[in-house]
């Protein structure tokens, strides 16, 4: 049975051996989970107990954010695709194991009217051509879709047409946005955006809270499994009605309206602009005003508390994959929360991080436990909670 699904599974994605980005496609769900959990325990077992890894039932084309890369080919004309790994060449893609179907056929979409209304693809050594990427974004609950067309110049000729052509296509598009981006860089979006039709953002459900998404801000791409991590990560803080908690590196303010509800006060801190103004809508969304989002670095403001003498009780952390730094766990060590929830994606820099933490400070790890956010992929989430003092938790 496996073994017809694993013929199954490449069928479905014929270029994985190329692109790189899945390293699973041939291997049994459930033994992906077991080499996931081996190698969690392997880096931090030492530092206290890990729990069984969470999976999905059903862990196909799970990514509610699909991005794809336009290109001119030889024999093909315009393709659409992404990097091959390590490098800058595009591998054409017209389905992919991961991405949200939706999101992969209004790719392809656009693919065939950038042909008809004979619009180039971009040339990143010669800098020449116009469509260089297409982000969409689909919310899970709610069903809206973002359309972001990457351009090389602002202008896209026959704009209303194309608009009007894509939308007929596919009339569950929402809102449509040019961003430009002429910048000779690997980045994808750049700092100029349009709205060409809808409202320029989308809107989702997640852990009964509503939240607005715009392009540039940082929103879970597994909606499933994020609902996993937060519920144990809200559970991993403990809280009672009565804490001061602080979500470090908040993004659009997820976790921090989740854990809203059931604290006193909750303060969010994220250095992304977009991001933060996406956290103050959504707290006035979802009517929570014991909700505050600063603008910061995270360490400078963790800093900033402690020297201001601020009690916090929970701090929740979810930082980019390269970790947290020594000068925000000095931070944190010198704030003292009674608990700190770790979200990590990365279990290397988390590892490190833990031990920072656990050597320089009374803090252990209690417990962990992994939750796969990427299936069919190396990538784990984990969250973590280190306690002052240690206490019996299911």
């Given at each position: 049975?496996?073994?017809?699904?694993?013929?199954?599974?490449?069928?479905?994605?014929?270029?994985?051996?190329?692109?790189?980005?899945?390293?699973?496609?041939?291997?049994?769900?459930?033994?992906?989970?077991?080499?996931?959990?081996?190698?969690?325990?392997?880096?931090?077992?030492?530092?206290?107990?890990?729990?069984?890894?969470?999976?999905?039932?059903?862990?196909?084309?799970?990514?509610?954010?699909?991005?794809?890369?336009?290109?001119?080919?030889?024999?093909?004309?315009?393709?659409?695709?992404?990097?091959?790994?390590?490098?800058?060449?595009?591998?054409?893609?017209?389905?992919?194991?991961?991405?949200?179907?939706?999101?992969?056929?209004?790719?392809?979409?656009?693919?065939?009217?950038?042909?008809?209304?004979?619009?180039?693809?971009?040339?990143?050594?010669?800098?020449?051509?116009?469509?260089?990427?297409?982000?969409?974004?689909?919310?899970?609950?709610?069903?809206?879709?973002?359309?972001?067309?990457?351009?090389?110049?602002?202008?896209?000729?026959?704009?209303?047409?194309?608009?009007?052509?894509?939308?007929?296509?596919?009339?569950?598009?929402?809102?449509?946005?040019?961003?430009?981006?002429?910048?000779?860089?690997?980045?994808?979006?750049?700092?100029?955006?349009?709205?060409?039709?809808?409202?320029?953002?989308?809107?989702?459900?997640?852990?009964?809270?509503?939240?607005?998404?715009?392009?540039?801000?940082?929103?879970?791409?597994?909606?499933?499994?994020?609902?996993?991590?937060?519920?144990?990560?809200?559970?991993?803080?403990?809280l009672t009605g009565k804490e001061t908690v602080v979500d470090a590196y908040c993004g659009i303010g997820t976790i921090a309206l989740a854990a809203a509800g059931q604290a006193k006060k909750v303060i969010g801190v994220e250095l992304n602009k977009d991001a933060v103004r996406d956290a103050i809508a959504n707290a006035k969304i979802n009517r929570m005003k014991n909700v505050d989002f600063y603008q910061n670095d995270a360490g400078r403001?963790?800093?900033?508390?402690?020297?201001?003498?601020?009690?916090?009780?929970?701090?929740?952390?979810?930082?980019?994959?390269?970790?947290?730094?020594?000068?925000?766990?000095?931070?944190?060590?010198?704030?003292?929360?009674?608990?700190?929830?770790?979200?990590?994606?990365?279990?290397?820099?988390?590892?490190?991080?833990?031990?920072?933490?656990?050597?320089?400070?009374?803090?252990?790890?209690?417990?962990?436990?992994?939750?796969?956010?990427?299936?069919?992929?190396?990538?784990?989430?984990?969250?973590?909670?280190?306690?002052?003092?240690?206490?019996?938790?299911?």
């Amino acid at each position: 049975m496996d073994k017809q699904a694993n013929r199954q599974k490449q069928d479905l994605c014929p270029v994985a051996k190329k692109c790189g980005g899945c390293r699973y496609t041939d291997t049994p769900y459930a033994e992906q989970l077991k080499i996931k959990q081996k190698r969690v325990e392997q880096l931090i077992k030492a530092f206290g107990k890990v729990k069984p890894i969470l999976g999905m039932d059903d862990p196909a084309h799970y990514r509610n954010k699909v991005h794809a890369v336009f290109d001119f080919q030889k024999g093909k004309g315009i393709v659409a695709g992404i990097y091959q790994e390590k490098s800058h060449k595009v591998v054409p893609v017209e389905g992919c194991l991961l991405e949200n179907q939706k999101a992969g056929e209004i790719i392809q979409s656009v693919r065939e009217l950038a042909k008809s209304f004979k619009i180039k693809a971009y040339d990143e050594d010669s800098g020449y051509g116009l469509l260089r990427h297409v982000l969409v974004r689909v919310g899970h609950a709610t069903g809206e879709i973002m359309v972001v067309l990457v351009l090389g110049s602002p202008i896209l000729p026959s704009k209303k047409n194309f608009v009007s052509e894509l939308c007929k296509l596919h009339p569950e598009i929402t809102t449509i946005l040019i961003n430009v981006n002429n910048k000779r860089t690997s980045m994808v979006l750049g700092e100029k955006e349009q709205v060409i039709y809808g409202k320029g953002y989308i809107e989702d459900e997640l852990c009964g809270k509503r939240f607005k998404i715009s392009a540039k801000s940082f929103y879970q791409v597994n909606s499933v499994q994020t609902e996993v991590l937060y519920t144990k990560a809200t559970q991993y803080a403990g809280l009672t009605g009565k804490e001061t908690v602080v979500d470090a590196y908040c993004g659009i303010g997820t976790i921090a309206l989740a854990a809203a509800g059931q604290a006193k006060k909750v303060i969010g801190v994220e250095l992304n602009k977009d991001a933060v103004r996406d956290a103050i809508a959504n707290a006035k969304i979802n009517r929570m005003k014991n909700v505050d989002f600063y603008q910061n670095d995270a360490g400078r403001f963790l800093t900033q508390m402690a020297e201001a003498g601020e009690r916090v009780d929970v701090v929740f952390m979810d930082p980019p994959r390269s970790g947290s730094t020594e000068a925000f766990l000095d931070a944190l060590i010198r704030i003292s929360p009674e608990r700190v929830v770790y979200i990590s994606c990365e279990p290397e820099t988390l590892a490190r991080d833990i031990k920072y933490l656990t050597a320089n400070s009374g803090y252990r790890m209690e417990e962990a436990v992994p939750v796969d956010m990427f299936p069919f992929t190396e990538g784990i989430e984990m969250v973590c909670l280190l306690s002052q003092k240690r206490s019996p938790r299911n």
